[in-house]
C-alpha cells in the first residue's frame, strides 16, 4: 500500500454480490475509499452504497469522477464491453493513465482490459473462490477466502496487500490458463455435486431411500475427501480399479449402461483417468 495514510479513491462499475462485498470489505479497513458506484439503475446503486456503507450511486459512466482504482464488477461477457465503455468515457484525457482496472472473473483473464491498458492503466484480475450468494454471510466471513491473482507487476503490488488486509489469501495464477484454472473449480464443486447425484440415484435404483442413500453416502464421501486433501489423490485412490479388479469395473458398466446411459456413460468416462490414478499408486 502507498505510504500516504490517504486510501486511494475506488470505484465500482457493476456492484453485485462480490461488487458490494469487496466494497464494504475494502471500505471498512481503510484500503480504498469507495468513491463513486455505478449499477444498471440509480436505485440499485443506492442500494449497493448502502450496503457498502460508504461512496456515491451515480447514474452514468461520465459522471463518475476519475480514481485511483476502478473495480469492473460485473458479469464474465460484459468485463471487455464495460472497459471499453471506460476507456472512450475518459477518451482524450489522462484520467486512466497509471490508474488500475480490475475485474474479478474466474474464467476470464486480464487481457479483458485490454482497452484499459491501451489508455495506460495498469490491469489486473483477482477471482475470490468462494459462492457470495449470502453477501451479508460472506462479509463477516471473508477472512481466509484464497484468490487468484494475476495480472501487470504494479497493479499486483497494490492489490495483493489491499486484499491481505481483508483477510484474503492470495495464489497467483498463470492467465493464459485462467479458463483451465476456473474448471477446476467447477470439478471441485459442480461436477463433484454431479457425480454424487449419480451415486444417489444408483443406490435409488436399488431399492434404497433418498434419505437413507444421503446417509450412505455421507460419511463415504466425506472420510475420501478428507483423505484426498490430508494424503494426496494418488494415496487416497481405493476402489476395484485401483486394485486392478477389471471383471467387477467391466460388469458395473454395463449395468449403469443397461439402467440409465448418461450414467453409464459417466462412469465410463472416469474410468481411463482413475486408472492412470492407479498406475501413479502403483509407482
Known amino acids: 500500500m502507498p505510504a500516504s495514510d490517504v486510501a486511494p479513491t475506488l470505484n465500482l462499475v457493476g456492484a453485485g454480490h462480490v461488487g ?14 469507495v468513491q463513486d458506484v455505478l449499477t444498471r439503475s440509480p436505485a440499485s446503486a443506492q442500494a449497493a452504497v448502502d450496503f457498502i456503507g460508504a461512496g456515491q450511486a451515480c447514474a452514468a459512466l461520465g459522471a463518475m469522477r476519475p480514481a485511483r482504482v476502478w473495480l469492473l464488477a460485473v458479469s464474465d461477457d460484459q468485463i471487455a464491453s464495460a472497459c471499453a465503455a471506460l476507456a472512450e ?24 482490459l485490454a482497452a484499459a491498458a491501451s489508455a495506460g492503466a495498469l490491469t489486473a484480475s483477482v477471482h475470490p473462490v468462494r459462492s457470495f450468494a449470502d453477501p451479508d454471510a460472506v462479509a463477516r466471513a471473508f477472512a481466509g477466502t484464497f484468490c487468484g491473482i494475476e495480472g501487470d507487476a504494479g497493479a499486483l503490488a497494490l492489490l495483493a496487500p489491499a486484499f491481505a488486509a481483508i483477510g484474503a489469501r492470495t495464489v497467483a495464477i498463470d492467465p493464459a490458463a485462467k479458463t483451465v484454472y476456473h474448471a477446476a473449480a467447477v470439478f471441485a464443486s ?30 463415504l464421501a466425506g472420510e475420501t475427501l478428507a483423505n484426498v486433501l490430508r494424503l494426496g489423490p494418488i494415496t487416497a485412490l481405493s476402489g476395484p480399479v485401483a486394485r486392478g479388479d477389471h471383471a467387477t469395473v467391466a460388469r458395473q458398466q454395463a449395468a449403469l449402461l443397461a439402467w440409465d446411459e448418461p450414467t453409464g456413460r459417466l462412469y465410463e468416462a472416469l474410468v481411463p483417468l482413475t486408472t492412470d490414478l492407479a498406475r501413479r499408486k502403483l509407482g
Do not use: I, M
Open 20 to 33: 458490494r462485498v469487496l466494497g464494504r470489505l475494502f471500505a471498512a479497513a481503510g484500503v480504498f475509499a
Open 89 to 112: 468515457a475518459h477518451a482524450g484525457t489522462d484520467a486512466l493513465r497509471g490508474a488500475l482496472v480490475f475485474h474479478c472473473s474466474g474464467a476470464k483473464a486480464s487481457t479483458e
Open 190 to 219: 459442480n461436477y463433484l455435486t454431479t457425480v454424487l447425484d449419480a451415486a444417489l440415484r444408483a443406490y435409488g435404483a436399488a431399492g434404497v431411500p433418498d434419505d437413507v442413500a444421503r446417509q450412505l453416502v455421507g460419511p
